[in-house]
């Protein structure tokens, strides 16, 4: 399997039986989304802990946002998925809040566990084994590819020295899964923005082995190496991946800007090309007022974003901060569905007016 017709990145995989062969053609299902138009263009705050936990792990997303470029769902499943799911049309990437467990690939084993970003490159036939009772995912699915910032590498590829993760931090497939089994296998698969299901009489893990450049991962957010400077340092500086037209980026704890005269937060800026997308995923956020684990923020395009009124004044004098949070901004505008809607908080938009605002710690 292999990008970009036969000029990009590819993976040789050594079935024991043609992986073409189908028993059955099932039904195809298009995907809805609910889209959300809202009233009036202004900064939004979402809180993703009261979304009601079930389904699997893919028919169990929750649209929140998407564009051209990226879908974006949250997700906590208490199931485990019917048969195996491939996308056919976009890699994905699961950053894990809450919960643990192995994504069961045609590649082998990939453990994953609370923090780590697992990376599914598309054609990648996989299923979920769900270990505990309480997980919260964030899931992206975009049509592009999922890829760390050329930037972090040389020009034959390998990351840097100076980059904030080492190949060492990819963690692949562990032990290979071989069933050369007979049966009936349901597998679906992303397509044509819907889901076409088959069913297999072979087991679609019948790999003996593989080798290339193809495979899913996972990053764990606890390695990503975080820069700090004697000023503030903008989001490019905790980048992880990037894909079309987005970018992934993770605020990791670390130092803070360590000049005598400096204001340890993000100063104000206007965001006239991106909609940049927050989720809190742990410790305490010093730039913002109300927002807690959990809550996502967009400050769209178009207007301006910084620190919340009394936010400078606390942050004064801190050495280090302990916030863990998941960024992604789009280049191109987000449209909302109704699952942010029901989850929406306006009171954020006037959270800047000391006079307006509701008194929050
Ligand atoms: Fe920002």
Known sequence: MGYEGFSGNETILLHVHSPCRLDAVGDFTPIERTEWVPDAHVHRLADTVPIEQGGNPVGGRRLLMYNGDIEVSVCKPTEAMQGFYRNGEGDEVIYVHRGSGVLRTVFGRVPFKPKDYVVIPRGTTHTFELEGHEHHWMCFHTPGEIETPNRYRNRYGQLLEHAPFSQRDFHPPQEIETFDESGEFEVTVRVRDGFQ???????????????????????????????AGRFHLPPPA??????????????APRMLDWDPEAVPLPYHHSNIQSEEVMFYAEGD??????????????????????PQPGAVEKALGAKSTDELAIMWDTFRPLRLTEEWRDNDKPEYALSWNPDRAPATA
């Open 197 to 227: 299901s088959y069913l297999l009489d072979r087991h679609p893990f019948d790999v003996v082995g593989w080798d290339g450049y193809v495979w899913p991962y996972t990053f764990n957010a606890d390695d990503f190496e975080p820069r």
């Open 238 to 251: 905790h980048q992880t991946f990037q894909g079309p037209n987005f970018v992934i980026c993770t605020f």
């Open 285 to 306: 956020y010093a730039a913002r007022r109300g927002v807690d684990i959990g809550s996502i923020t967009l400050h769209p395009s178009g207007l301006p974003h910084g």
